[in-house]
Nanobody
């Protein structure tokens, strides 16, 4: 079992930057594919970015591609999301998620963090 804790959210002005972190404990972190999701009030949860266990394969939502970068440091059991050129529409609660290897190649994520709030002012 894996436990995930996000940090790094806050209030920033449009055009600014934030770096989110997600620290894992429990089973071996390096064997899990990871992803960042976000959800704003009244909206559906959105898959923002994903990364393979090795860190060599990444994917991004079209709304954030070119502005956000997902990365991981397996030695530190930590996932990152670098967010640049932030826009008010990026405002949401951001969650990290981990995928058990048995679900590799599917849309199923097995472990979720508690979320961290990101607010971007105009």
């Amino acid at each position: 079992q894996v436990q995930l804790v996000e940090s790094g959210g806050g209030l920033v002005q449009a055009g600014g930057s934030l770096r989110l972190s997600c620290t894992a404990s429990g089973r071996t972190f390096s064997s899990y594919a990871m992803a960042w999701f976000r959800q704003a009030p009244g909206k559906e949860r959105e898959d923002v970015a994903a990364i393979s266990w090795s860190g060599t394969n990444t994917a991004y939502a079209s709304s954030v591609k070119g502005r956000f970068t997902i990365s991981r440091d397996n030695a530190k059991s930590t996932l990152y999301l670098q967010m640049n050129s932030l826009k008010p529409e990026d405002t949401a609660v951001y969650y990290c998620a981990a995928q058990n290897p048995i679900n590799s190649g599917t849309y199923t994520y097995d472990y979720w963090g508690q979320g961290t709030q990101v607010t971007v002012s105009s």
